[in-house]
C-alpha cells in the first residue's frame, strides 16, 4: 500500500486543536438510505453526518458502496429508502440540479471533464450558476455579458493559481496527463464555492509527489475557505492523516463510523477492511 | 515566424478573452473583412457574385446553425432545410398576408418561428441521442416537404406550388443588383457570425459543450440539460431559418417546396464535417468548398481536355464528398478548421522546430 505523510506528528496535534473549534453544526445527514439496483444492494440502512468545516473520510473495500453513496447525497441516484437532510432540510431525495445550487460539489471516481474543452473553460463551466446574462446580453457581448465573464474569470485565475495549473490554462483538457485532470476536475469544483465538496477517490491513481500535492490542497481548502469536504479514498495513511471522522463502509452496510483513532481499533473494521489488502 | 505568439503578453483578462486573441489574427480578420466588403465589390462580375459568393454566405450562415446545434452541443440534425424552409415560408406569408410589416422584422419573425419549430422537434432529444435523433430530425424535414407541398394555403394557392419573393425593400433600400444582395448576405453573415462566436464563448455555448462532452458532469455543475438542448435547438434553427429566408428571397427569388429537400439537409451536415465541428470558421471553410467543388470540377477537366458529362460530374462530386466525410470521420473530426489551425501552430513555430 503507499503511503503519503503530508503532516508530521507535532503539527498534526495542534491541528486537531484547531479544528475541535472550527468543526461546526450538522450540515448534511443521510438517515436509513437504502438503495438497490435489481437484485444488488449496494446500501443498506446507512446512516451518518457531516458537520460543517470537517474533512469526512468514507472508506471501504472495492464495491462496499461508497461512490453509491456520494451518487445519493448529490442527486444522481435515488434511494429507494431513507432521507437526506440538508442543512436542516429532510428531502426523500434530491436532484443534481438542486443539489449544485445548494453548494454541493463534487469529482468523480473515473474523470468526469468535459473533454472537448480547455482547462480554463472546464473551470468556468463551474461558475455558470453565478452568471445572470441575459440571451442578449451574451450574443452581443454587451452589460453583463462581458462583465460576467471578466469577473468570473478573474475568480477562475485564482483557482487556476491556488491549485498550480496557470500553465495549463488554454490546453484541452482531454490531451493532460492523468494527474493534472484530476486537479481540473477539483479545480472545476471549487469554482462552484460550494459549501460542500465530495470527492470520489481523488488521489487514485497518482503518485507519491501527487498525492501529496493533492493531500496539501484539500486541507488547504477546507482550512482557508472552511469547505467542508467529504471524500472517498483507499490510501489509509492519507484518511488517518487528514480526516477528522471516518465511516466504513462494507457491503453496503455501515460497519463503523468514528475518528480514525475508534476506526482503527474497531475490531469488525480490522476484520472487514484493514485485515485485506487493498491499493 | 508568419505567426509569432511569443513576445504578444496579454495585460489583461479582456485581452485574453478576445475573439481573435493574436495581433496577426487580428490582421487578418481586417484584411479579409476588407477585401470581402470593398475588395470583391471592386472586381467581381455578376456571375461570380450570383453563382458563387451570395450562396456562399447564405450556406456560411446555414452551416453557423446548424455547427451550433451539432458541433457544440452535440445534438445532431437532418433537419436543417427543414428549418430552412419554414423561415423561407413563413417569410413569403408574413409579407404577403401582413404586407404593413417591414421586410426586415419579416425576416426577423420568420427566424423566430423557425425557432418555435425547433424547440419543439428539439423535445425528443431530451429523450433519445445519436441515430434516434437522427430519425426523429429525419421525420421533421418529411414533415416539412410533405407539408409545402400539399397544404396550399402556405404557398397562396399557386397552382404550381412554386411562389416568389416580393421585392426586397429593406427600410427603403431596393435590393436588386447582385452586388446589394451580395452586401445584404454579407451584412447577415458577418452578424451571425459575431452573434454565434459570442454565444459559444460565453455562459450559453459553454453549457452547450458541456452537455455535448459529458451530458452527467454537466447536470452534476448545475447545467439543465433541457435548457441547454432545447437553447441549441431554438438558436440553430433561428439562424437556419434565417438561412431560409435569404436562400429564397434573395439566391433564388423564386422557389419550390423541393428547394429545401433532404438534399440540403445532407449537404449542411457535410459542410459542418468537412469544415468542422465546433468551429465557427469551419462553418465558413465548408460552405466554401462545398459550393466550389462542383464547379472546380465543371471547369478543371475541361480546361486540361478532358470532357466530362454533368451527371458523371455530380457523381464525382458524391463520391469526393463521402470520401472525404469517412476521412474527416475517422482522422480529424475538426476538419479544415482544425487542419488551417495545425497550420497556423506550425507557421507560428517556423522555421524553429521545437
Ligand atoms: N448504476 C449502477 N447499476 C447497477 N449496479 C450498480 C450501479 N452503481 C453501482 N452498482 C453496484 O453497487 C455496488 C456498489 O458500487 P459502488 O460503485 O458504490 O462501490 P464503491 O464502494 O465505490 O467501490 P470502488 O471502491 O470499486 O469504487 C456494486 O456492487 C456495484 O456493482
Ligand atoms: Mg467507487
Redesign the interface.
Known amino acids: 500500500m503507499a503511503t503519503a505523510t503530508v503532516t508530521p506528528p507535532r503539527e498534526a496535534a495542534e491541528r486537531s486543536v484547531r479544528r475541535a473549534r472550527q468543526i461546526g453544526e450538522v450540515l448534511l445527514a443521510v438517515e436509513n438510505i437504502s438503495l438497490r439496483f435489481g437484485g444488488v444492494r449496494a446500501l443498506s440502512n446507512v446512516s451518518f453526518d457531516i458537520r460543517r468545516g470537517e474533512i469526512r473520510a468514507i472508506i471501504g473495500p472495492n464495491g462496499a458502496g461508497k461512490s453509491s453513496m456520494l451518487n445519493v447525497i448529490n442527486g444522481f441516484y435515488q434511494p429507494q429508502e431513507g432521507r437526506i437532510i440538508w442543512k436542516g432540510r429532510a428531502l426523500s431525495r434530491m436532484r443534481p440540479y438542486d443539489a449544485a445550487k445548494g453548494g454541493i460539489a463534487r469529482t468523480f471516481q473515473n474523470i468526469a471533464l468535459f473533454k472537448g474543452m480547455s482547462t480554463l473553460d472546464n473551470i468556468m463551466t463551474g461558475r455558470i450558476l453565478k452568471m445572470r446574462a441575459s440571451f442578449f446580453e451574451q450574443a452581443l457581448w454587451i452589460g453583463r455579458g462581458k462583465s460576467e465573464e471578466l469577473r468570473e474569470r478573474a475568480f477562475v485565475e485564482r483557482i487556476l493559481d491556488f491549485l498550480e495549473i496557470t500553465h495549463i490554462r488554454h490546453v484541452p483538457v482531454g490531451k493532460l496527463p492523468y494527474g493534472l485532470q484530476k486537479r481540473v476536475e477539483l479545480a472545476r469544483a471549487l469554482a462552484m464555492e460550494p459549501e460542500l465538496l465530495l470527492l470520489d477517490e481523488p488521489m487514485a491513481g497518482m503518485n507519491l509527489e501527487e498525492k501529496e500535492d493533492m493531500c496539501r490542497f484539500i486541507l488547504d481548502v477546507n482550512e482557508e475557505f472552511g469547505t467542508t469536504v467529504a471524500l472517498i479514498e483507499h490510501d489509509m495513511s492519507v484518511v488517518m492523516d487528514i480526516s477528522d471522522r471516518v465511516v466504513v463502509l462494507d457491503y453496503g452496510r455501515l460497519l463503523a463510523d468514528g475518528t480514525p483513532e475508534e476506526v482503527r481499533n474497531d475490531p469488525a473494521v480490522i476484520e472487514a477492511y484493514l485485515g485485506v489488502s487493498h491499493g | 515566424m508568419i505567426y509569432r505568439e511569443t513576445g504578444q503578453f496579454r495585460t489583461s ?2 485581452e ?2 478576445a475573439i481573435f486573441r493574436l495581433r496577426e489574427d487580428r490582421i487578418g480578420i481586417i484584411v479579409i473583412l476588407a477585401i470581402a466588403w470593398v475588395g470583391i465589390p471592386l472586381v467581381a462580375d455578376e456571375y461570380l457574385l450570383r453563382a458563387i459568393l451570395i450562396p456562399f454566405l447564405i450556406l456560411s450562415v446555414a452551416a453557423i446553425g446548424l455547427n451550433l446545434l451539432l458541433g457544440y452541443c452535440g445534438q445532431i440534425s437532418l433537419g436543417t432545410g427543414a428549418f430552412m424552409a419554414v423561415g423561407a415560408y413563413a417569410a413569403y406569408n408574413l409579407a404577403l398576408r401582413l404586407p404593413e410589416i417591414p421586410l426586415l422584422i419579416d425576416f426577423l419573425l420568420a427566424g423566430l418561428i423557425a425557432a418555435g419549430i425547433g424547440i419543439v422537434f428539439g423535445l425528443p432529444s431530451l429523450r433519445i441521442k445519436g441515430l434516434y435523433l437522427a430519425v426523429a430530425t429525419l421525420a421533421l424535414q418529411f414533415f416539412a416537404d410533405w407539408a409545402f407541398l400539399r397544404v396550399h394555403w402556405f404557398t397562396n394557392y399557386t397552382p404550381s406550388g412554386s411562389v416568389t419573393a416580393p421585392p426586397l425593400d429593406i427600410f427603403g433600400w431596393l435590393v436588386d443588383t447582385p452586388l446589394e444582395k451580395y452586401w445584404l448576405c454579407l451584412a447577415f453573415a458577418c452578424a451571425t457570425a459575431l ?1 454565434a462566436k ?2 459559444v ?4 455555448g ?2 452547450w ?2 452537455i ?3 451530458d ?9 440539460p433541457m435548457h441547454a438542448k432545447l ?1 441549441a435547438f431554438a438558436v440553430s434553427s433561428f439562424i437556419a431559418g434565417l438561412a431560409g429566408v435569404l436562400w429564397a428571397f434573395v439566391h433564388l427569388g423564386s422557389w419550390e417546396p423541393l428547394a429545401f429537400s433532404i438534399d440540403m439537409s445532407f449537404r449542411l451536415l457535410f459542410m459542418v464535417i468537412i469544415g468542422g465541428m ?1 468551429s465557427i470558421l469551419g462553418s465558413f471553410l465548408g460552405a466554401a468548398f462545398i459550393t466550389i467543388l462542383p464547379i472546380f470540377l465543371n471547369q478543371v477537366p475541361a480546361m486540361v481536355g478532358i470532357q466530362l458529362s454533368t451527371a458523371m460530374v455530380s457523381h464525382l462530386e458524391f463520391m469526393i464528398f463521402g470520401t472525404l466525410i469517412v476521412l474527416f470521420l475517422i482522422w480529424e473530426p475538426h476538419g479544415l478548421a482544425r487542419l488551417w489551425q495545425i497550420g497556423k501552430e506550425k507557421m507560428r513555430l517556423w522555421p524553429f522546430p521545437y
Not at chain 2, 201 to 204: D, E, G, K, L, V
Open positions: 483578462y479582456a485574453d478573452q452573434f459570442n454565444l464563448r460565453s455562459r450559453i459553454r453549457s459543450m458541456a455535448r462532452d459529458m452527467i458532469a454537466a447536470e452534476i455543475i448545475g447545467i439543465r437553447s465546433g
